[in-house]
């Protein structure tokens, strides 16, 4: 804020709470630029209603919080950030798997509520991680950046995209063999219409009753209802989720809370105090630069 300062008036919603779109409408009014860090509310309407808006820079990798067809038809560019925060979420994801398959998290409980008197031999059994197949949905940024971490852990990846090509790091597969025969399935696509229910009841069917699937992804790409029904009835053995249908929610009686071998976050995969500023400052040069009538660092496609 005190960088956008030196170059335009700055107008900031202080809350902690998403703006609703009333206010954000009125928040943004005249102003030519916004600076976005997360929401969904930035659809068409609210575009519509703000005359001088000319870029919507938003400091996250994803846009599905942005109308970009209706900006792009009101002339309106937008940015995002890549290439700042992909192997801070990727070591976020690396985590889930971790924990999914380690029960750290179930771990850390059990120690805490002083249940552990005992030694059972088979204490907190989980599934290795080393020398498993990762299988990667979205070979992106991110993906890339969890393929290098798989291959410290001497793991077989294989990866599906819209793109078929391999690389050095992992071989391209089918949607459906990826599912059947991964022992992690890590998903990583943005979220569109394309990919919205994307690992529904049919793709859970076909996972390993061990696999752990991991979202850091957006939470709608998996069906969170089959999902559930998959971890009570022990088709898939675990699942670690950074990102959930409804964010925030804290409704503690959520089926997802509830259903077992499932680590739960609180969208916190680019949360480090480097990558959140690098978001930020990558977010604040492109307002400058457009302001200025520069070329845009990180346009989306179309922008
Ligand atoms: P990216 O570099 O754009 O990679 C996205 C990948 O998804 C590409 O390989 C793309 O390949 C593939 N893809 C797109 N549409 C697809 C489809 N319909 N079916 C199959 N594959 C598809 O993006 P990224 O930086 O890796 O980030 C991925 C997503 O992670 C973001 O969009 C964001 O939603 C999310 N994210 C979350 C956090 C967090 O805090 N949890 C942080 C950063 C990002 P093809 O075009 O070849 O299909």
Redesign the pocket.
């Known amino acids: 804020v005190a960088r956008l300062r030196e170059v335009a008036d700055v107008r900031e919603w202080s809350s902690d709470l998403p703006p609703d779109r009333e206010s954000l409408t009125a928040l943004i009014g005249d102003a030519e630029a916004v600076l976005a860090i997360g929401g969904d509310a930035l659809v068409a309407a609210v575009l519509a209603a703000c005359p001088n808006l000319r870029i919507v820079a938003l400091a996250?990798?994803?846009y599905?919080s942005v109308d970009v067809d209706a900006a792009h038809t009101l002339g309106i560019a937008v940015t995002n950030t890549?290439g700042v925060?992909?192997e801070t979420?990727a070591d976020l994801a690396f985590g889930l798997i971790l924990a999914a398959r380690r029960r750290i998290a179930e771990g850390d409980r059990y120690v805490r509520s002083g249940s552990w008197e005992r030694v059972p031999y088979r204490l907190l059994f989980g599934h290795d991680v080393h020398g498993a197949q990762l299988g990667i949905?979205?070979?992106?940024?991110?993906?890339h950046a969890v393929a290098r971490r798989a291959h410290g852990f001497g793991m077989r990846v294989v990866h599906?995209?819209?793109?078929h090509q391999d690389d050095e790091l992992s071989t391209w597969m089918p949607l459906d063999e990826l599912l059947a025969t991964s022992d992690i399935v890590s998903v990583?696509?943005?979220?569109?219409d394309?990919?919205r229910g994307l690992i529904g009841e049919r793709e859970l069917r076909l996972m390993k009753p061990t696999a752990t699937l991991v979202n850091?992804?957006?939470g709608p790409v998996i069906d969170e209802t089959a999902l559930v029904r998959a971890l009570r009835e022990e088709r898939i053995g675990s699942a670690g989720l950074?990102?959930q249908s409804v964010e925030p929610n804290p409704d503690a009686s959520d089926p997802l809370l509830e259903a077992p071998n499932c680590v739960v976050l609180p969208?916190?995969?680019?949360a480090t105090e480097s990558a959140r500023a690098a978001m930020v400052d990558l977010a604040a040069a492109n307002i400058e630069a457009c302001l200025a009538g520069r070329p845009l660092l990180s346009p989306i496609p179309g922008s």
């Not at 599906?160 to 793109?163: A, G, M, N």
């Open positions: 996250s990798a994803g599905d890549p925060l992909h979420t949905i979205g070979y992106g940024q991110i993906g599906y995209s819209r793109t990583h696509v943005p979220l569109s394309q990919t850091t992804a957006r950074d990102v969208h916190i995969g680019s």
